[in-house]
């Protein structure tokens, strides 16, 4: 596989003082009160409260804010050394991954199941993953 980029401008997100809600797009970030880490974002959608990692992967569905904020808490940032899935929608063929980097818009992933010397990576526009060019799930 080979890395895909959208012409699209990286998304710049302006300082904030430590504990302020910040909204991007229709995701609310959720940080760490102690250091003020970005772990994921929650977002409201119709089939419930969707707890989401730096990158937007989707970490489960919760009845309430509350319930999406504490999974983000608690694994957001542990789910980055998971095990993921690469699903490639034009060529509808999926390719286990692993986090390599993540930013609120771009990840890059290791194409293999082991980050190991060698094994090519690839980058991912934020906008490719909202488009639906390709989707992140946990394995």
């Known amino acids: 596989m080979k890395s895909f980029r959208t ?37 409201e959608r119709v089939d419930g409260w969707h707890a989401l990692t730096v990158f937007g992967g989707v970490l489960g569905t919760y009845p309430s804010r509350r319930a999406a904020e504490s999974k983000v808490r608690n ?3 542990a789910s980055m050394m998971e095990r993921w899935v690469l699903v490639d929608h034009e060529a509808v063929e999926e390719q286990v991954v692993c986090i390599q980097e993540v930013r609120p818009d771009e990840v890059t992933v290791v194409l293999g199941y082991y980050a190991v010397p060698g094994i090519p990576t690839m980058r991912i526009d934020r906008a490719e993953l909202d488009a639906q060019r390709w989707t992140l799930r946990l394995s």
């Open 75 to 77: 694994d957001g940032l």
């Open 7 to 43: 012409e699209a401008p990286a998304t710049k997100l302006a300082p904030m003082r430590a504990g302020a809600l910040r909204t991007i797009g229709e995701m609310d970030e959720v940080r760490r009160s102690d250091d003020d880490e970005l772990c994921g974002f929650v977002t």
